[in-house]
């Protein structure tokens, strides 16, 4: 009797195991089928907390929901601003900014938001160079596949600050990728990056009532669809700006579904098209 309780025993442990290796097997077969889609990496340049919703924001949460890793490099907190909500002096209405920012960033989706130091409505004035070793810096590090700024004409309000934003990143878009421009940041582990494709903001109106400017013709146009809400409530996540939220929605956010880049450069030289994904003909690391 012992010995019959001991052999079912056996054979249920037995049949156990077969059945847990089939599981097993069936497993691994189904990993293996897996189609890995690799991380694809997107830095955005911009001078101003609210830059990153009103400018990109619809872009930037669609290749969030893609699986596009995002960083964004603020140049300024933004202390110069026009609207300063209840802040009583520069410092404060900077650090007001900072979590303003960071409350957009997280709507948009975006993995690292940076907001540097430099003064508002300034850039024009500080040294060049030592603006485009920060980008660059960061450029090294993140090593973005791709990047978006503005264009030179400073984007539909033609601001100056947006028209250096536009100077920096470029520089650093190419310099980030030769070993002889800032070779000191080469000593602490940072190599030279090669990123794939540098785009502008675009558009294609103007505003009434604001510097003459040239946007650059439209390279590609992205259709951010629902994501029109998200960048919306991204941009009034910056509460400090709510007396300009009228105009944005009329003039910016109200256009359409749409947002548009013109390809300034690309690590792989070809002839221009247009284009429905700015990672078309992106490659892996």
Known sequence: MGAS???????????????????????????????????FRMLCVTAHPDDEAAAFGGTIRLYHERGIETTVVCLTPGQAATHRGHAKDDHELAAIRRKEFAASCKILGIARGIVLDYADGQLYRTELYRVVEAITHHVREFKPHVMLTFGPEGAVTGHTDHSMASVFATLAFEWAARGNRFPDQLTGGLQPHITQKLYYATASFVLPDRPTIAPAPATAVIQIGKHLETKVAAFEAHTTQSPVFPMVREHILARARVEQFHLVAQSVPSQIKMETDLFEGVTED
């Open 5 to 39: 309780r001991k052999k079912n025993a056996q054979s249920k442990i037995s049949r156990g195991a077969v059945i847990i290796a089939a599981s097993l097997a069936e497993i691994l077969k189904a990993i293996s089928s897996f189609t890995i889609i690799p991380m």
